[in-house]
Structure formats: structure tokens, C-alpha cells
């Protein structure tokens, strides 16, 4: 055993290494993320329109950049040493008030204090918590100093527009062009952070541990997916009675899931990582790190919220006595939400795997267009019958992909666990001769 001085607790920032995976902190951090991300849906709570559906995406993205910066700190820095739990604390508080602020980030809805302010405000406590660790560290950097000041800029120009977007359209008599105003400034705020994000990160961005961020995205997407479920299994308020539709409803939602859940983790989350770790070079990592993970993890996890949003809402159609036994008619906007999003999932998907070793995944993009080309077609039919033709056609060309791989998928699961094998092995040598 050890000699019990070990290494007293301080204030420093302790940076991380090559080798370093996520922390048990940071996958807690992640479940109040990720509820921040299905939360955004009380957007959508009154009528599911299409101006409130991009409100949705706006909110969404800006949650999400405010997640990738979490990410990048834990990336640079070990999480769970120093003073960052602290600034965790700090930031799953602003988190927690940013989501209950969601309902009137648009337009205050009463109460003491204003929704839009209170979101705004919360948000540029998380990106300012974030660069400031990056300062702390870097204060004997003068370079890095003056970097920093510029990526300060972004989130402060970012605040301000939300600010103006929470006050100025109030004002305006007209609403149909208070509300484009106030879209445009949001539009603008992300792309100002985003835009700024990807420019200056060419020059400071290090990833330090492919492994650590390759896991933390992997973890990201099985928590939204599993969130997602326990989302759909506490339905309305008033609870799901376990009648026929409710039953077959479940189970199709869980088989389609499982079917997302296969998509990703049976080769790709493998194979994304093993990529990551063969970029040698500084500028290829950052490129795929960026473009794959923090770019195109994005709409994966909005194809997830929107397949939960969609599913959600038929089963608290199912329950209703007042509609037919295997529900009423789908309709063409919610056949877009459910199927578009399972279609931005695996488009996402199939994506990543271009990016990663430039492979096509014909059976993925075919899949894509069934799922696009469905939506009209199953509009006129029962709920039920539509999630049914939903979790056959996503399941079949998941399956499809599956055995089509050619040996690919054995040779990545094959490099995947002789890696675990040997970790594994060097971590009970460490343990025998220190505990």
C-alpha cells in the first residue's frame, strides 16, 4: 500500500497527458448536459411550428458549443484535480438556470426575472468559466495571452447579440419582423462563436489525448441516447397506462434505438478513435477532431432530440382515449421530425466514416433516401403503422451496412480490443507493485 503523504490538494491546473480518459467528473458533467440538450424542447412545447423548431436548433447549438468548450478544458486538463471541479460546479449551476431560462429565452414569460437576460448571462458564465482556466494556465505565455483576449472576444459579442435579441424586438410593433430580428441576431451569435471557434483554434488548439476525446464525444451520444429513453418512459405527466398501442409503441422505440445505439458503437466509435490516434501530425488531428467530433457529432445528437421529441409526442397521443387505437393519422411535419431525424443520424454517420477513412457507405445513404423519400408516403398513416415502416427500414439497412463491411468491421474490432488487452495488462502490473 502507499505511505498514505501522497499529493496534497492545491489550486493549480494540472495538464493532462497523451494517455489520458475521461473522468468519472466529466461523464457526470455530460448527464447535466445532455439534459440540457433534451430540455431544449420545451421550445416546442405549445405547437410545434417551424419557427419554434429552429429556435430549437439555435438554443441547441449553443448548448452544444458551450459542451465542446467543456470538452477542449477537459481535454488540456485533468478534470477531477485542482480547481477544476470547482469550475465544474460553476458551470453545471449556469447549466441548470440556463435550462429552466429555456421557455422564455425568446420572450420573458413573467416572473421576477427576464428570460432572455437570465439565458444570455448564464450563457457567458459557461464560455468565460471555460477561457478563464485556459488563462490561469497560460499567464506565463505572453503569446498566449494575447490570444486569449481575442477569444474572450467571441462569447462577449455572442452575449451582446443575445442581449439585443431578448430586448429590441420587443419594442417593435410588428411582430412577424420582430421575430425575424430576433432569429437573425441569434443566427448571428452562433455563427460568430462557431466561425471564431474554428478560425482561432487552428492556432491554440492542441488535442492532447485522442483517446480522451474520441471517448468523451462516444459518451456524449450514449448518454443522449440513453436519456432519450428514460425521456420516452416517463411520457406525459400523466404516466403511460400499459395498453396495446403503448406496448408496441415502446418496444418499436426501443428497437430503433438500439438500432442508433449499433450504428455508431459496434465499429465507428472504434474506428473514429483509432483515426485520431494515426493523425501524427498537429494540423491533420485538429482537422479531424474539429470536423468530425465537434462538427458532425452536432447534428447526430439533434438527429436523437428530434427522433425523442417526435416519439414522445405519439405516445402521449397513444394514451389519449380520445384517438383511434393505433393513432391518428402522423401527418407530414411530425413524419419529417421522426424520420428526418433518424435520417440526420445515420446521414451524420455515414459522414463520419467519410471523414475518417474515406469510405462510401452506400447502404447508410441509400437508407437516408428511403427515410427521406417515406415521409410522404407514410403521412396519411396510423402513428403506430408509421413507426413501424420507421424502425424496419432503419433496422434493415443498419443491418445491411453491418454485413457489408468486408472484413473492415473485424479488423477494427480486432485492433479495438488487443488495445483494451494491453491496457489492461499494463494497468495490473502498475497495481502489483504500487497497492
Same mark, same amino acid.
Given at each position: 500500500?502507499?505511505?498514505?503523504?501522497?499529493?496534497?490538494?492545491?489550486?493549480?491546473?494540472?495538464?493532462?497527458?497523451?494517455?489520458?480518459?475521461?473522468?468519472?467528473?466529466?461523464?457526470?458533467? /455530460?448527464?447535466?448536459?445532455?439534459?440540457?440538450?433534451?430540455?431544449?424542447?420545451?421550445?416546442?412545447?405549445?405547437?410545434?411550428?417551424?419557427?419554434?423548431?429552429?429556435?430549437?436548433?439555435?438554443?441547441?447549438?449553443?448548448?452544444?458549443?458551450?459542451?465542446?468548450?467543456?470538452?477542449?478544458?477537459?481535454?488540456?486538463?485533468?478534470?477531477?484535480?485542482?480547481?477544476?471541479?470547482?469550475?465544474?460546479?460553476?458551470?453545471?449551476?449556469?447549466?441548470?438556470?440556463?435550462?429552466?431560462?429555456?421557455?422564455?429565452?425568446?420572450?420573458?414569460?413573467?416572473?421576477?426575472?427576464?428570460?432572455?437576460?437570465?439565458?444570455?448571462?448564464?450563457?457567458?458564465?459557461?464560455?468565460?468559466?471555460?477561457?478563464?482556466?485556459?488563462?490561469?494556465? /497560460?499567464?506565463? /505565455?505572453?503569446?498566449?495571452?494575447?490570444?486569449?483576449?481575442?477569444?474572450?472576444?467571441?462569447?462577449?459579442?455572442?452575449?451582446?447579440?443575445?442581449?439585443?435579441?431578448?430586448?429590441?424586438?420587443?419594442?417593435?410593433?410588428?411582430?412577424?419582423?420582430?421575430?425575424?430580428?430576433?432569429?437573425?441576431?441569434?443566427?448571428?451569435?452562433?455563427?460568430?462563436?462557431?466561425?471564431?471557434?474554428?478560425?482561432?483554434?487552428?492556432?491554440?488548439?492542441?488535442?492532447?489525448?485522442?483517446?480522451?476525446?474520441?471517448?468523451?464525444?462516444?459518451?456524449?451520444?450514449?448518454?443522449?441516447?440513453?436519456?432519450?429513453?428514460?425521456?420516452?418512459?416517463?411520457?406525459?405527466?400523466?404516466?403511460?397506462?400499459?395498453?396495446?398501442?403503448?406496448?408496441?409503441?415502446?418496444?418499436?422505440?426501443?428497437?430503433?434505438?438500439?438500432?442508433?445505439?449499433?450504428?455508431?458503437?459496434?465499429?465507428?466509435?472504434?474506428?473514429?478513435?483509432?483515426?485520431?490516434?494515426?493523425?501524427?501530425?498537429?494540423?491533420?488531428?485538429?482537422?479531424?477532431?474539429?470536423?468530425?467530433?465537434?462538427?458532425?457529432?452536432?447534428?447526430?445528437?439533434?438527429?436523437?432530440?428530434?427522433?425523442?421529441?417526435?416519439?414522445? /409526442?405519439?405516445?402521449?397521443?397513444?394514451?389519449?382515449?380520445?384517438?383511434?387505437?393505433?393513432?391518428?393519422?402522423?401527418?407530414?411535419?411530425?413524419?419529417?421530425?421522426?424520420?428526418?431525424?433518424?435520417?440526420?443520424?445515420?446521414?451524420?454517420?455515414?459522414?463520419?466514416?467519410?471523414?475518417?477513412?474515406?469510405?462510401?457507405?452506400?447502404?447508410?445513404?441509400?437508407?437516408?433516401?428511403?427515410?427521406?423519400?417515406?415521409?410522404?408516403?407514410?403521412?396519411?398513416?396510423?402513428?403506430?403503422?408509421?413507426?413501424?415502416?420507421?424502425?424496419?427500414?432503419?433496422?434493415?439497412?443498419?443491418?445491411?451496412?453491418?454485413?457489408?463491411?468486408?472484413?473492415?468491421?473485424?479488423?477494427?474490432?480486432?485492433?479495438?480490443?488487443?488495445?483494451?488487452?494491453?491496457?489492461?495488462?499494463?494497468?495490473?502490473?502498475?497495481?502489483?507493485?504500487?497497492?
Amino acid at each position: 500500500m502507499g505511505n498514505g503523504g501522497g499529493v496534497r490538494w492545491s489550486w493549480t491546473v494540472r495538464r493532462s497527458a497523451p494517455g489520458s480518459r475521461t473522468t468519472r467528473l466529466e461523464l457526470f458533467y /455530460d448527464l447535466v448536459f445532455v439534459f440540457a440538450f433534451l430540455s431544449v424542447t420545451t421550445l416546442t412545447a405549445s405547437v410545434l411550428t417551424p419557427v419554434n423548431l429552429y429556435r430549437f436548433l439555435l438554443v441547441l447549438a449553443l448548448l452544444w458549443w458551450s459542451w465542446t468548450g467543456f470538452a477542449r478544458m477537459g481535454n488540456a486538463f485533468r478534470a477531477d484535480q485542482g480547481v477544476l471541479p470547482l469550475v465544474g460546479v460553476v458551470t453545471v449551476a449556469a447549466t441548470f438556470l440556463l435550462v429552466l431560462s429555456t421557455p422564455s429565452a425568446f420572450a420573458n414569460r413573467g416572473g421576477w426575472l427576464p428570460g432572455p437576460l437570465v439565458f444570455a448571462g448564464c450563457y457567458f458564465v459557461i464560455r468565460t468559466a471555460q477561457l478563464t482556466v485556459f488563462a490561469w494556465a /497560460d499567464r506565463a /505565455d505572453p503569446a498566449r495571452r494575447r490570444g486569449l483576449r481575442i477569444r474572450f472576444l467571441a462569447p462577449t459579442v455572442a452575449t451582446a447579440l443575445l442581449v439585443v435579441a431578448g430586448i429590441l424586438p420587443g419594442r417593435l410593433a410588428q411582430e412577424r419582423f420582430a421575430v425575424g430580428l430576433q432569429l437573425a441576431l441569434w443566427t448571428l451569435a452562433l455563427l460568430v462563436e462557431y466561425l471564431s471557434g474554428a478560425i482561432l483554434g487552428q492556432q491554440w488548439w492542441v488535442v492532447v489525448s485522442a483517446g480522451h476525446w474520441a471517448e468523451r464525444h462516444a459518451l456524449i451520444v450514449l448518454v443522449a441516447l440513453g436519456e432519450s429513453l428514460i425521456a420516452l418512459g416517463l411520457g406525459p405527466k400523466r404516466g403511460l397506462p400499459l395498453t396495446g398501442p403503448v406496448a408496441v409503441a415502446a418496444l418499436l422505440g426501443v428497437v430503433i434505438v438500439a438500432t442508433l445505439w449499433w450504428a455508431y458503437f459496434d465499429t465507428l466509435s472504434f474506428a473514429l478513435e483509432q483515426a485520431l490516434h494515426q493523425a501524427r501530425d498537429r494540423a491533420a488531428r485538429l482537422r479531424l477532431a474539429r470536423t468530425v467530433y465537434t462538427f458532425l457529432h452536432l447534428p447526430m445528437v439533434a438527429g436523437i432530440i428530434l427522433f425523442a421529441l417526435g416519439l414522445k /409526442d405519439l405516445l402521449a397521443e397513444a394514451t389519449s382515449p380520445a384517438t383511434p387505437a393505433w393513432g391518428p393519422p402522423l401527418g407530414t411535419f411530425w413524419a419529417g421530425i421522426l424520420f428526418g431525424g433518424v435520417g440526420l443520424y445515420l446521414l451524420s454517420i455515414a459522414a463520419c466514416w467519410w471523414l475518417a477513412d474515406r469510405r462510401v457507405r452506400p447502404p447508410l445513404l441509400v437508407t437516408v433516401l428511403l427515410l427521406v423519400a417515406a415521409v410522404p408516403a407514410v403521412a396519411p398513416l396510423h402513428e403506430l403503422n408509421a413507426l413501424v415502416v420507421l424502425a424496419v427500414l432503419t433496422a434493415a439497412g443498419v443491418a445491411w451496412e453491418t454485413r457489408g463491411e468486408n472484413g473492415h468491421r473485424r479488423r477494427v474490432r480486432q485492433l479495438a480490443l488487443e488495445e483494451q488487452i494491453a491496457a489492461e495488462a499494463e494497468q495490473s502490473h502498475w497495481r502489483q507493485q504500487h497497492l
